[in-house]
């Protein structure tokens, strides 16, 4: 992928009908950070550059020369600009809104290319080097630090991260923004505004995440959760043409973003990890016109009458014609005296990079016996002095996919606990020892291990949903046929039956984990959230 690719004089003539011509000056700031969705700039003659401002520093991230253009994902998603714009020559550019370039991108499928390859590989490499409009000052040991980077890391937005247990220059900037060790994890927007432990919503509004989305009228679709089966439905469905919202409590990705490497899914040999996933998905989603909210609940359905309201933990109420509830399942958590004291000190529901730097050369617990916590273990056995995998069961063919089984029983750094249970943590401020028992024996271990990583069965977060749709026991979404032997909370008011993916709720539907009965993959739930947009014409259709 190119970086800056040239663009010839015939794509630049297509570039003008969505475009408007303006002189730039030598000197001239083009945008600043914080500015409401910049232009990109095709440039014409003369020179333009790109400077990341943070931590009271200026740097040069790149320039572009005549023929090249500038812009990356936050134009296509509708966000605020991260970065400063200046010129560096005199010369003349094309001027092109966010709204024109998202047309061009329809309409021209070799433009569509060049622009998509370039944000792409311009995000990732800005990601990567940390060079963005906000500082993270935190620390190791704080489970709200450790929050803080994996949001930002998932929602995909760079930014730069001082440590106060090894980083030297941390208390120079502490001390510069007036701020102090008690009040960590601290994030430096825009080089002005200090956030002291903020919250991910405090942080999302803060940098303007959401600040494009308009609650005023009603969509075709609102989606609530954006993991795989989520992102899958957005894309369908947006280049189907439909007006669709993306509703998700943190940050995309889903439960398959705490994966480390996917090796099992269709066309990627080498397998991706969640995150890359998630990534593509969102560049993807968000190219054909759909929106996403991040770091906002969905405390409630109001599913009484239609349009259908989906309210939202700040009092805000999203209308919909249709829903598609992509809410996924949550790690459950073991009966363990203190752990949620330890969470993010720890205790871990993600096995990613950012996870791993933390034990790195040391032992770690994993527990679980389902594919998540096999790519766990081999991952993070890449690093550290040993795996200890505890699983409740005697084997692992009925929970994990052959070849992960195979690598774990052929690591010599992963070591297998099959019949064992976490009983203790032990602690002061972060995890220090740990102790399982073996059901068969009885027999307890206790080593002074410090990570601990949480991947057992998952439970869906429904509670919201009571009085609107039907349930089963275990609190999953039942649909279609399913429902035949159920007592639906609000009668069904059709005289079709419900769709194959539909609750028993007309026009809200729901894929992924959330779903009883399904397979606990990513692929089923990509498949699910794919098919279920023809359902939602059908239902479309009939109102």
């Avoid at 890391?153 to 510069?176: K, N």
Wanted: aromatic share 6%; with cysteine.
């Amino acid at each position: 992928m190119s970086y800056a690719p040239i663009l010839t004089e015939q794509q630049i003539e297509r570039i003008r009908y969505f475009a408007t011509p303006r002189p730039i000056e030598a000197g001239q700031i083009l945008y600043e950070p914080g500015f409401e969705t910049p232009p990109v700039y095709v440039v014409l003659s003369g020179e333009i550059r790109i400077l990341a401002i943070g931590g009271g520093q200026e740097s040069t991230i790149t320039s572009y020369k005549a023929g090249q253009f500038s812009g990356e994902l936050l134009m296509i998603a509708g966000r605020k600009s991260i970065y400063r714009c200046q010129a560096i020559e005199s010369g003349n550019v094309l001027e092109m809104q966010a709204h024109d370039l998202r047309t061009l991108i329809a309409k021209d499928a070799e433009l569509s290319d060049i622009f998509m390859n370039a944000f792409l590989a311009r995000r990732l490499s800005l990601k990567n080097a940390g060079h963005g409009n906000v500082v993270v000052l935190g620390s190791r040991y704080s489970a709200d630090t450790l929050a803080l980077r994996e949001f930002l890391t998932r929602d995909g937005h760079p930014f730069a991260y001082f440590d106060l247990d090894s980083d030297q220059a941390t208390q120079e900037l502490l001390d510069r923004f007036g701020v102090g060790v008690a009040d960590i994890p601290v994030v430096i927007c825009n080089n002005t505004l200090v956030l002291r432990n903020p919250s991910l919503n405090q942080l999302a509004d803060s940098l303007g995440f959401n600040c494009h989305i308009d609650d005023s009228h009603v969509r075709d679709l609102v989606i609530v959760g954006a993991g795989p089966a989520g992102l899958a439905a957005a894309v369908y469905a947006a280049s189907e043409g439909l007006d669709v919202l993306v509703l998700e409590k943190s940050a995309p990705g889903g439960q398959a973003a705490s994966s480390s490497k996917i090796e099992n899914y269709l066309g990627f040999p080498t397998g991706l990890s969640g995150q890359e996933l998630a990534d593509r998905a969102i560049a993807q989603s968000e190219k054909f016109g759909a929106q996403i909210m991040v770091a906002h609940s969905a405390l409630r359905l109001e599913c009484d009458q239609r349009p259908y309201k989906v309210t939202l933990d700040d009092g805000s109420a999203m209308r919909t014609r249709t829903i598609v509830l992509a809410i996924g399942a949550e790690y459950n958590k073991p009966s363990i005296p203190g752990l949620e004291r330890f969470t993010g000190k720890g205790i871990y529901y993600n096995a990613t990079y950012m996870e791993a730097q933390l034990c790195v050369g040391e032992e770690v617990v994993v527990i679980g016996g389902g594919n998540s916590a096999g790519q766990a273990a081999v991952f993070l056995s890449q690093n550290t002095r040993g795996v200890h995998m505890l699983v409740r069961s005697k084997s692992l063919t009925d929970t994990m996919s052959r070849y992960l089984i195979q690598r774990i029983e052929e690591n010599p750094s992963i070591h297998l606990h099959f019949a064992n249970e976490l009983t203790c943590l032990e602690g002061d401020g972060h995890l220090e020892k740990v102790s399982w028992v073996d059901r068969n024996s009885g027999q307890s271990t206790t080593r002074p291990i410090r990570h601990v990583f949480v991947m057992t069965g998952a439970s869906p977060k429904t509670d919201w949903l009571s009085g609107c749709v039907s349930l089963d026991s275990k609190g999953f979404v039942l649909t279609g046929r399913d429902l035949e032997n159920s007592e639906p909370p609000v009668p069904w008011p059709l005289s079709r039956r419900p769709l194959m993916l539909e609750t028993s709720l007309p026009g809200v539907f729901v894929v992924g984990d959330a779903r009883s009965g399904n397979v606990k993959r990513v692929a089923s739930a990509v498949g699910e959230g794919s098919i279920v947009v023809h359902m939602v014409h059908q239902t479309l259709a009939e109102s």
